[in-house]
Every structure is written in C-alpha cells, then in structure tokens.
C-alpha cells in the first residue's frame, strides 16, 4: 500500500511540474484591472497594481526611462497576452533605464507588472488618444514562438513513464 501512494505522489508531483506558470510574481496586483477600467476612471486607478500585457507598437528611449506603447489583449493564466482574444486599450509602459529597442520591437508580447500612474495624452494616426500609463516593475519579453506549417498538428514531447510490478 505505502509503495502505491508513493507512486501516485510522485505522479501528482511530476504533473504539477508540468503546470505553467507565470514568469513573474503577480502577488499584490489587481488581475481584474484592465486598461480600458484605468482610463475610463483613472482617479479610482491611480496608484494601484496591475498586471497588463499585449503588443508592442512602439519603443522609445528617453534620457531616464524606456517608454512602450503596446496594444493591451486579456492575459492567459501564464500571464501571457492572448491575441486570440479582442483587443483592448492601447497603454504605455514607462520602465526606468534603457531597453534595447531592437527587443522590444513591434509585434513583440510583453507583459507587465507595476502601478498605475495616471494618463498621457498621445494621437493614434489623427486621432486624440488617452493612454493610460503603467510605472513597470517587472517586465517580462516572450519568446518568439516559430511558425508552424499550415495544417500541421503533430507535436513531439519526451515523458516519464512508471512501470508497477
């Protein structure tokens, strides 16, 4: 009996392994705080922590900081952006000190943990537009994923098999 419980604990753990999570700590951050929320009521938003994500659109260096615009889509439970989703607010990150901008190209998934700092007014083409402005503690740059071929639904992975005698 102890041998059973032993391979079913060790099998929980080897699962539990494979779980995903995020690659930051979210502790203390308001996951339900999106862009959109901050800019529509930017006083009830100023201050608190947020975890955001999306597209880069644009990086810019500025003497002090590293501002990026991105595009903000809901994350996933790994706090990655999901672009299969609608999008949503456009936001800006502003991290302190320099970020090659090069990495932080457009079309490039970022998330990002920090608080909240107020709005920016920017234009998005001719159009008057208000950013709403995230102080970025932590950043996280995803990797590039390789494309797969069209139709094309075949993964190879190594697992662990057990053997009960």
């Given amino acids: 009996m102890h041998r059973k419980k032993s391979c079913f604990t060790l099998i929980c753990l080897l699962l539990t392994a494979c779980a995903s999570a995020p690659p930051f700590d979210m502790t203390g951050a308001d996951l339900l705080l999106t862009p959109t929320q901050a800019v529509a009521n930017i006083d009830a938003a100023r201050g608190r922590r947020a975890v955001w994500g999306g597209t880069v ?92 071929p069209p139709g094309s639904n075949v993964q190879f992975g190594i697992g662990v098999g057990i053997i009960f005698r």
Avoid at 62 to 89: C, F, H, M, N, V
Avoid at 106 to 122: D, Y
């Fill in 57 to 148: 659109i644009n990086t810019t260096n500025r003497k002090d900081t590293t501002e990026i615009e991105l595009l903000g889509y809901p994350l996933d439970r790994e706090g990655r952006p999901d672009r299969s989703a609608t999008a949503q607010q456009r936001f800006l990150i502003v991290h302190s000190g320099y970020l090659e901008s090069a990495d932080y190209r457009t079309g490039r998934l970022v998330s990002a943990i920090g608080t909240v700092t107020g709005t920016q007014a920017g234009k998005v083409g001719e159009a008057s537009y208000a950013y709403p402005v995230l102080r970025a503690d932590e950043l996280y740059l995803w990797p590039i994923e390789a494309p797969r």
